[in-house]
């Protein structure tokens, strides 16, 4: 069948990569794509907000699959635009309805979801403009430290943990008066800071069963140690060692099937990736967020690792057979290392040529384009993150050395990464 795959970063070229192995893909469109994908489809100058723009290429195209990337389209409601046109009755569209998009789109939205359906997570208050100086009131009298979280999409970085209460007020304020996120932050969700390891589990569901593809841990704090500010995503590594035995068996039955029983319970319209957000107190989990897509750049380390066909996987879902459908895991370990711009997640900036990132690598390393622009031999910057530097090892330590190895043959000005990716798993 044709496909259509909406998005233009690092997760979209390993989604593209993936999507192009299958007997099932005929042809791979991408909108609008990047040069790492147009080695494995037709780029198409296309928006993924554009829906009336993307009807009609899927009409032209014969398109039978569309799958999202990006979030924003789902919150927007491309699943529902698409699936209201009668000419595709027959089209599998990879994404939640708009309304179950709103577990990612709105905290406060996710918050209540959770509570009524008894799955863990931090206690929370919400606040809006209505209510400013009772939530300045809570935030003074509650224990450090504090988290705020833009109650919108913020590209993820709207959200503070506040070592002191001074911090925490002024971060409220600035969300709240100051529209510091826009739109986002009229709501600011306020929640008990956990202490724990964070990871990502990634589910494939059709909202009424379900697939467990590889878990990940991600690293969103631009400095070595997890220090300084939040981006979009440092790097990445699979599997996450305490995720299994008891701590999954945890994570199915207090977590997982609760949230599949809930978008059925609710009537939630859910074909798609859900991504649990998820953080290990004490050997127990609690949800720190849902995404309804799947994450960047833990995508880059999942779809290496996912060793069954995803167009078969997709195509199961739609036909209501998930729970007569295995998943294949391959047992190496995966790593990835983003490599980003100067500056970033402040300001950057873009056009720096880059060296080396089209050159032959080893056969355990793929190199997936995220933040780039112009031609093989022409390749320049053009984002906070540039690519993502991922290889397979026979555990943690071996797979970030190599992707750090293969780190040394590339370059522009001002090239950042961390090279301390999965360190807590590191010998």
């Known amino acids: ?66 799958v999202v990337g990006p979030e924003d389209p789902l919150v927007n409601g491309i699943y529902d635009y698409l699936k209201a046109d009668p000419a595709f009755s027959g089209l599998i569209v990879v994404g939640p309805s708009a309304e179950a998009a709103k577990l990612e789109g709105s905290k406060a939205f996710a918050k209540a979801f959770m509570d009524r359906q008894g799955i863990p997570t931090a206690d929370y208050r919400e606040f809006t403009k209505e209510n400013y100086d009772e939530g300045m009131a809570y935030l003074k009298a509650h224990p450090l430290p504090i988290v705020l979280k833009a109650d919108g999409l913020a590209a993820g970085k709207g959200v503070v943990i506040a070592q002191t209460h001074e911090e925490a007020l002024s971060n409220f304020a600035e969300m709240i008066v100051s529209a510091r996120f826009g739109a986002a932050s009229e709501r600011v969700v306020v929640e008990q800071f956990l202490e724990g390891v964070e990871m990502s589990v990634f589910a494939l569901t059709n909202g009424s069963q379900y697939v467990l593809l590889p878990e990940a841990k991600d690293y969103k704090r631009i400095g070595e140690g997890d220090t300084g500010p939040n981006t979009g995503g440092m790097g990445a590594v699979s599997p996450v060692p305490f995720a299994q035995g008891i701590f999954m068996d945890k994570v199915i039955e207090r977590v997982v099937r609760p949230t599949i029983a809930g978008l059925e319970k609710e009537g939630l319209v859910y074909h798609g990736f859900v991504f649990f957000g998820l953080i290990n107190v004490g050997g127990d989990p609690y949800v720190i967020e849902y995404n309804c897509r799947m994450g960047d750049p833990e995508t880059e380390v999942v779809m290496p690792r996912l060793k069954s066909d995803i167009v078969q996987l997709f195509k199961a879902m739609d036909d209501g057979k998930l729970d007569e459908t295995e998943v294949e895991i391959d047992p190496r370990a995966a790593s990835t290392v983003v490599l ?10 873009k056009g720096k040529q880059i060296k080396g990132l089209d ?41 970030v050395e190599k992707s750090l190895d293969a780190i040394k043959s590339i370059g522009y000005e001002h090239m950042n990464f961390r090279k301390d990716i999965g360190f807590e798993f590191r010998n």
């Open 359 to 399: 050159a032959p690598v080893s056969s355990d390393t793929i190199v997936f384009y995220a933040g780039i622009t112009g031609a093989e031999g022409d390749l320049r910057t053009n984002g906070g993150r540039v690519a993502a530097i991922t290889s397979y090892g026979k555990d943690i330590n071996e797979a």
């Open 1 to 66: 069948m044709n496909i259509l795959l909406l998005g233009s970063g690092g997760r979209e070229h390993a989604l593209a990569w993936k999507i192009k192995q299958s007997a099932r893909c005929s042809q791979l469109f991408i909108a609008p794509g990047n040069p790492g994908t147009a080695g494995f489809g037709k780029n198409i100058p296309m928006a993924v907000g554009d829906f009336e723009a993307i009807a009609l290429f899927c009409k032209q195209h014969h398109i039978g699959m569309v």
């Open 340 to 349: 980003v711009s100067g500056g970033y997640p402040g300001n950057f900036e």
